[in-house]
């Protein structure tokens, strides 16, 4: 009874862009990027679990050299000896960017084909919502805050499954109907967080407990 849940929201900034062909190209040209992506944003740390985005990345090198993994995000625990395992497969089909400015990641999350975001655990997890802000699809684990964020506007797996992982990019990527429908679905999501609504439930918290 002494317990309320106010959701938190992504940042306006975040939302569906309408770029042109040639902006889209420009930006693939700019950082090596194939014609599908797979992106993800977040820390590079341990409990992101990083290493299996790798091996998703590995496993979907040798079906096919038309996918880019791009992986954004700071060094956090353990970072530096993940980040030795991506420079190897910088040559492949892993490009890792570190940080980008707002005006860069929304252009990122609106160009990529799938959000892939396959953490142990998180407290909240904004990078999904500011991927379905922006119409991009999100593939998720199923675990901690995250199903409670994305509700059933997401697809999601085991987060030690890579093939389970492979096998969901791979039916998005050749099913542009499903993507387009997962992106419509994920803006209906975002919808429900703002900070409009942020700020009046917490108003209605005070005020309760000025009233006692």
Known sequence: AKVRVVYQAARDHFKQLNLADSEIHSIKEHYDIAEYMVLYV???EKRKNINTILAVADELFNQRQDVTVVLVGKIGYGGREILREIKKREKSNVRYLNYVDDETLVRLYNIAHVFLFPSYYEGFGYPPLEAMSSGCPVLA???SSIVEVLGDFAL???????????????VLINNPEMRKEMGLKGLKRASFFSYEKFCSEIKVVFNEVLRK
């Open 156 to 170: 999601y797996f085991n987060p030690d499954n890579i093939m389970e992982i492979v096998s969901k990019i791979e």
């Open 42 to 44: 977040g820390m590079i």
């Open 141 to 143: 684990s199923h675990n």
